[in-house]
């Protein structure tokens, strides 16, 4: 009956995922309101080299459509290796882009020490604050379509996701590109979302009410610093299903662990409720897939059968995902897209285990690696010490 009951909540699990996904999919045809104004955006783009996507990105922030917006980049230094590719980028256009050097940061993370000395260059005509990541590609529509449900009154702070797309034919980096898929089509709802603060925009005046300088000030993570603020104040995070841009991924097993393992930890010191909740979501298909095959190798028609409808489901969701690419993804990212999930929707056992031992891994003491730093956390995700990696 144990066993039984394992793979009917595994089934089930399945199920709802697809259903999720089918959701996901209907709810890109809602009509959504349109600003009645475009007023100027603020993008704020902390950089570390080095990024060998970086003129791809610059390139993509050049082609952006929305018709009144400046950048500043911040780096810890000009020896940082992608100043070159900024200075020449900003003397293109000295009206609107702007490089600012923040220097070491001490007692947070550079990213947020970053993040601050770009946000000190906002002016009172700054209606928006964009956070972007130096290793997207955002295609041309990404400010107006992230600026959309805040300049529309649907909520002070919108936020996408990374659409994730193998660099390499590496097994360890399609596996993690298909985990990053399923979150990014999961079906949102505004009470429980959550920034990524590779596409998240924030009214002015929201940033002022949250006081950014002093939510950031000992903060390791600037996205889960900001959506914790943003619960305790009852502000709403809205997230647009159009806005995924596309984010290149590659590593090994032991790399794609590690950035699985620190996202997670980051999330269980930041969100713990939210953490536990998607360590039984791992932990279901593992565990129902393990005891389907069990069940296989003994020959129980119930465990071949459970096999055949989960891989029919996973099947279903894969076709599903290439479809919504099709509808949000610059027409590469899109192929490139279709060409992974057609390859590996059989991979998804493959997935749920990397998927969890991530989780899993996260587990460990309140530290993280992050961009050439150790960060020592207190239990509330904020830095207690820094101090340089090994290596």
Request: charged share 15%.
């Amino acid at each position: 009956m144990g066993v039984w009951l394992l793979l009917a909540a595994w089934l089930a699990q399945a199920a709802l995922a697809t259903a999720g996904v089918a959701l996901y999919a209907r709810n890109l045809g809602w009509p959504q309101p349109q600003p009645t104004s475009r007023p100027r955006l603020l993008v704020l783009a902390p950089v570390r080299g080095p990024l060998p996507g970086l003129g791809r990105f610059l390139d993509a922030l050049a082609a952006q459509d929305y018709p009144d917006w400046r950048v500043v980049f911040a780096v810890e230094s000009t020896a940082d290796p992608a100043c070159p590719a900024l200075l020449r980028f900003v003397a293109e256009a000295p009206a609107r882009r702007s490089l600012i050097v923040a220097g070491p940061a001490a007692g947070r993370a550079q990213k947020l020490h970053n993040l601050l000395a770009a946000l000190a260059e906002a002016k009172p005509e700054d209606a928006v604050l964009v956070t972007v990541d130096a290793d997207t590609v955002p295609p041309p529509d990404f400010l107006t379509q992230l600026a959309r449900p805040v300049l529309a009154g649907q909520a002070p702070i919108a936020s996408g996701y990374r659409w994730p797309i193998p660099e390499t034919g590496g097994f360890a980096a399609s596996l993690l590109a298909l985990a990053d898929i399923a979150i990014a089509t999961l079906p949102r709802h505004n009470r429980v979302n959550l920034c990524w603060g590779g596409a998240t925009a924030i009214t002015a005046g929201a940033a002022r009410a949250l006081d950014l300088p002093l939510i950031w000030a000992r903060a390791v993570s600037d996205d889960l610093s900001l959506s914790r603020a943003a619960r305790r104040a009852g502000m709403v995070i809205y997230a647009p299903l159009t806005v995924r841009p596309p984010s290149p991924v590659s590593g090994g097993l032991r790399a794609v662990l590690g950035f699985g393992a620190r996202q997670y930890r980051l999330l269980r010191l930041h969100a713990p409720e939210t953490w536990w909740l998607a360590g039984l979501l791992l932990a279901l298909p593992v565990a129902g897939a393990a005891a389907a095959l069990a069940g296989a190798l003994e020959g129980r028609m119930e465990a071949f059968l459970a096999l055949g409808l989960a891989l029919g489901l996973q099947r279903l969701r894969a076709g599903l995902r290439a479809g919504i690419a099709r509808r949000i993804l610059p027409p590469a990212a899109a192929a490139a897209t279709s060409r992974l999930l057609a390859r590996g929707w059989w991979r998804q056992p493959a997935v749920s285990l990397l998927h969890l031992l991530a989780w899993a891994g996260s587990a460990g003491p309140r530290r993280i690696a992050w961009a050439g730093r150790r960060y020592g956390l207190a239990p509330d995700g904020t830095v207690r010490s820094v101090t340089p990696a090994a290596g």
